[in-house]
């Protein structure tokens, strides 16, 4: 069974720059793997902020980015501000389906 | 964007058939997204992806899940539909609609209990 891993938690002091990350465990992730990254606050429905990797939606603020890193894809948040707080899920596709990372929870601190 | 709305009872009996309904509105169902996906979350947990109906009308779905899930897209009332059998407890989550991933509806809980 195919596991996507992200890193439990995370903590960034406002103003700060945290990057999270979404491994396979098929192996390094590439573009094909079209990277997915969404944010959930509490309560709410997740909201799409990339998707292929990079691309951003039209409300994704211009700080937050999408990358690969190391075989692994990455989202970059730079001046983190209070109200990034919250869950963060990548989403990667594997030829028909598609799995979840576990999430990582945010904190800003 | 669209706008989606999932909707279907809120409580399932154990053994039955969990049948969700995601209605969209503000565009085409046959010509907006490329496809449209069903994401379950249990309480206090992450997300599962569920499965996907293209506009052409095929699916994809969670292999874990595959033998028991079946999703259909109905363009005359611009919706889809997700049915789960043979449910149990832990089929027990909030269940959303989206447009391949960019729109998501609010979602709803769904509860499996005698």
Known sequence: ??????????????????????????????????PN????????????????????????PARLSGSLLGGKAALTLSGVQPEDEADYYCLLYYGGAWVFGGGTKLTVL | QVQ?????????????????TCTVSGGSISSGFYYWSWIRQPAGKGLEWIGQIYTSGSTNYNPSL?????????????????????????????????????????????????
């Open chain 2, 66 to 114: 595959k033998s028991r899930v079946t999703i259909s897209v109905e363009t005359s009332k611009n919706q889809f539909s997700l049915k789960l059998s043979s449910v149990t407890a832990a089929d027990t989550a909030v269940y959303y609609c989206a447009g391949e991933f960019s729109d998501w509806g609010q979602g709803t809980l769904v509860t499996v209990s005698s």
């Open chain 1, 1 to 34: 069974q195919t596991v996507v891993t992200q890193e439990p938690s995370l903590t960034v002091s406002p103003g700060g720059t945290v990057t999270l990350t979404c491994a396979s465990s098929t192996g390094a992730v590439t573009s094909d793997y079209y």
């Open chain 1, 37 to 60: 990254w969404f944010q959930q606050k509490s309560g709410q429905a997740p909201r799409a902020l990339i998707y292929s990797t990079s691309k951003k939606h039209s409300w994704t």
């Open chain 2, 4 to 20: 989606l709305q999932e909707s279907g009872p809120g409580l399932v009996k154990p053994s039955q058939t969990l049948s969700l």
